[in-house]
Structures are given as structure tokens and as C-alpha cells.
């Protein structure tokens, strides 16, 4: 199990960027997924990007090219960088992990499937 803290939401216009931080501690003696989901004000959840322990990556369609994750090893520390924000975008944001080796990009649609999570970090976009 990993310990995840959120941070570097706020409120921007139309455009803007944002670059959210997640700390991670704990347990780490497992190989971990690393993600970033989302969960509107609808409540609907969905998983927008992963990092697997080998360094691949993946991302929802609807995000590729505008948003990227990363991870700063030294500092335990998991980004997602997000530009070109749209109002569609506000949501909470949140990162979590998942022990295994590999990801599988179907557990983007799937947040049951993943059992560590932050507390979330809100995210505004005005039009």
C-alpha cells in the first residue's frame, strides 16, 4: 500500500495550465501503476493517464496531447502537467496506484480496479 498527497489544483481561464503534484510513500516493495483520474461534479470518475514501473505510459484519448504525466524517482513525486484547459476539464483530480506490473489501459474505465487514492485536489476552468 502507497500514501498519496495531492496538490497544485486551482482555478484558471480557458487555455490556462496547471501542473498538479502527488507525493507518494509507503509500501513500495511491489511493483506499482501510478495514476491520474478525474471525477466530475456529476460524480462519474475516469482515469486519464498511467506510468508503469518500467516507465511506459498511456493516456485517454480525449487528453492525448494536452496533459502528461510524469515522475521525479529522487522525490517520490508523480506530476500530471496539463495544458490548454477547457471547462470541460474541471473535476477533481486525483492520484492513485495500483500493485501490479502492468497497468492495463482498460482500468482507466475501471477505478474500482484501483485500490490506493489521494484525498484530491480541485481543479476550476473558467470559460
Known amino acids: 500500500q502507497v500514501q498519496l498527497t495531492e496538490s497544485g489544483g486551482g482555478s484558471v481561464q480557458a487555455g490556462g495550465s496547471l501542473r498538479l503534484s502527488c507525493e507518494t510513500s509507503?509500501?513500495?516493495?511491489?511493483?506499482?501503476?501510478l495514476y491520474w483520474f478525474r471525477q466530475f461534479p456529476s460524480k462519474r470518475r475516469e482515469g486519464l493517464a498511467y506510468?508503469?514501473?518500467?516507465?511506459?505510459?498511456d493516456y485517454r484519448d480525449s487528453v492525448k496531447g494536452r496533459f502528461t504525466i510524469s515522475e521525479d524517482k529522487a522525490e517520490n513525486t508523480l506530476y500530471l502537467q496539463m495544458n490548454d484547459l477547457k471547462p470541460e476539464d474541471t473535476a477533481v483530480y486525483y492520484c492513485?496506484?495500483?500493485?501490479?506490473?502492468?497497468?492495463?489501459?482498460?482500468?482507466?474505465?475501471?477505478?474500482?480496479?484501483?485500490?490506493?487514492w489521494g484525498r484530491g485536489t480541485q481543479v476550476t476552468v473558467s470559460p
Open positions: 509507503g509500501d513500495r516493495s511491489y511493483s506499482y501503476c
Open positions: 492513485a496506484a495500483r500493485p501490479d506490473s502492468y497497468c492495463y489501459y482498460y482500468t482507466l474505465n475501471d477505478p474500482e480496479a484501483v485500490p490506493d
Open positions: 506510468l508503469e514501473h518500467t516507465g511506459e505510459t
